[in-house]
T-cell receptor, first 112, second 111 residues
Framework: DTAVSQTPKYLVTQMGNDKSIKCEQNLGHDTMYWYKQDSKKFLKIMFSYNNKELIINETVPNRFSPKSPDKAHLNLHINSLELGDSAVYFC???????????FGPGTRLTVT | AQRVTQPEKLLSVFKGAPVELKCNYSYSGSPELFWYVQYSRQRLQLLLRHISRESIKGFTADLNKGETSFHLKKPFAQEEDSAMYYCALSGRMDSSYKLIFGSGTRLLVRP
């Protein structure tokens, strides 16, 4: 299937832990994004990478570190997790010159 | 500042009734406007983009630059239309084409 995939789908962890979320797209897109959807369903951009280069960092705490090993992957590592990090994190991708973004299924992170 | 406003958090209608989900935007350049839909616990899917001017699942949206609006309409709502709807804006901001979302409107279509 051609798509944007994320692992894991659900992640439950304790405060203070470090965790990673992975995203992969096989659409041949060159730009990838991380969005956060909070408990009120509000969606906000966090990061964007274009051809493995960081182009957006929207005032996200530096506990969050994105990494793009290649154009098809964009991972999100979170250090010292806090209760407020509980949210659904969506990965998305886009092909240069096109505005449409394709979203992954989301990773529901719960910090206890 | 770039901003998308969806004034209604919840819109509840009966099946067969007309639906209008409101969206207003603020953007200094020429924006691209989109409607994304999120069915229960599913991924966001693109429903409409203004430039295509097409009707998807009976929904239409017209960009009104004078009123800076991009309202989503459907003449006869169906129960399967119940979902979260997001209006979003994109443009050549930071050369990133990032999406700026409104706060979303939950549409509930009652039988």
């Amino acid at each position: 299937d051609t798509a944007v995939s994320q692992t894991p789908k659900y992640l439950v962890t304790q405060m203070g832990n470090d965790k990673s979320i992975k995203c992969e797209q096989n659409l041949g897109h060159d730009t990838m994004y991380w969005y956060k959807q909070d408990s009120k369903k509000f969606l906000k951009i966090m990061f964007s990478y274009n051809n493995k280069e960081l182009i957006i960092n929207e005032t996200v705490p530096n506990r969050f570190s994105p990494k793009s090993p290649d154009k098809a992957h964009l991972n999100l590592h979170i250090n010292s997790l806090e209760l407020g990090d509980s949210a659904v994190y969506f990965c998305a991708s886009r092909l240069g010159g096109n505005y449409e973004q394709y979203f992954g299924p989301g990773t529901r992170l719960t910090v206890t | 500042a770039q901003r998308v406003t969806q004034p209604e958090k919840l819109l509840s209608v009966f099946k067969g009734a007309p639906v209008e989900l409101k969206c207003n935007y603020s953007y200094s350049g020429s924006p691209e406007l989109f409607w994304y839909v999120q069915y229960s616990r599913q991924r966001l899917q693109l429903l409409l983009r203004h430039i295509s001017r097409e009707s998807i699942k009976g929904f239409t949206a017209d960009l009104n630059k004078g009123e800076t609006s991009f309202h989503l309409k459907k003449p006869f709502a169906q129960e399967e239309d119940s979902a979260m709807y997001y209006c979003a804006l994109s443009g050549r901001m930071d050369s990133s084409y990032k999406l700026i979302f409104g706060s979303g409107t939950r549409l509930l279509v009652r039988p």
